[in-house]
């Protein structure tokens, strides 16, 4: 009769004891943090930095173009 309370009682301190959980929410709120930052900066460098693809590029063509 009681050795199946005291197995799960033993299971309940072991559950207790394991941290696997929190680490995984660790990573998991780290993981939310970086994301929030990229989309940060897509958000203010966006224009900027797509203004610097076009002239790149548009510098590539020219220069593709003039040995041609």
Known sequence: MYAPISFL??????????DRGATMVEYGLLIAVIAMVVVG???????????????????????ANCGG
């Open 9 to 18: 009682i033993s299971k309940c301190i072991d559950f207790k004891a394991c």
């Open 41 to 63: 900066a897509a958000l203010v460098l966006g224009d900027s930095i797509g203004t610097s693809f076009c002239d790149m590029a548009t510098d590539l063509d020219a220069a």
